[in-house]
């Protein structure tokens, strides 16, 4: 692997990447895929103590990141407690957040952050597939809306310790 190349794109474009060119060689047609970036206080890693092996946790990873349905996700998580044993929390949210990127390609949503107590939602107007009546119903006062040059949904979270169940039922 090319550390450098790693380094500057982050692994999950990385992956992304060399599955991309693999495909092409192959003389498959490859569909874009928008890069997703998810900033949230979770803590969604591989710990050392459950996956100790370097190669081992790499290949996980890289089934993570390319992950396209929540069968695929589903699949990973067999495998991995298969393998591994029962997996730790930190991994369970590389999933759930594996899953957020899912449903933010369905939803339009290029890019999430926490910020405190609030989650920014930041989508493209073209392609933003959310149903606003229903969200403004369902949250009221706990969410916002700003348009501009980039677009973004600002919502208050409930819990804070719940970000990403909350993440997951917004986008839903």
């Known amino acids: 692997m090319q550390h450098g190349h790693l380094d500057q794109v982050g692994y999950d474009m990385y992956c ?3 599955d991309e ?3 092409e060689e192959k003389g498959v047609k490859v569909e874009p895929d ?3 970036i998810i ?3 979770v803590s969604s890693f591989i710990p050392d103590n459950y996956i100790e092996n370097g ?3 790499i290949e996980v990873y890289q089934a993570i990141a390319l992950c396209r349905t929540d069968e695929d996700i589903r ?3 067999e495998d ?4 591994f044993g029962k997996a730790p929390e930190e991994v369970d949210s590389l999933l759930e957040i594996a899953k957020i990127k899912q449903l933010c390609k369905q939803a339009g949503v290029h890019k999430i952050m926490q910020k405190q107590e609030n989650v920014v939602f930041y989508f493209n107007q073209e392609t933003f597939n959310l149903d606003v009546a229903k969200l403004l119903e369902k949250y009221k006062s706990r969410i916002k809306f700003s348009t501009g040059f980039v ?3 600002t919502y208050k979270l409930e819990d804070k310790n719940r970000v990403v169940e909350e993440i997951e039922d917004f986008l839903c």
């Open 34 to 36: 928008p890069d997703i």
């Open 151 to 153: 677009p973004y949904v």
């Open 39 to 41: 900033d949230i206080n």
């Open 80 to 83: 991995i407690e298969d393998r």
């Open 75 to 77: 699949k990973i998580k």
């Open 55 to 57: 190669n081992q946790k």
């Open 16 to 18: 992304k990447l060399l």
């Open 21 to 23: 060119v693999i495909k």
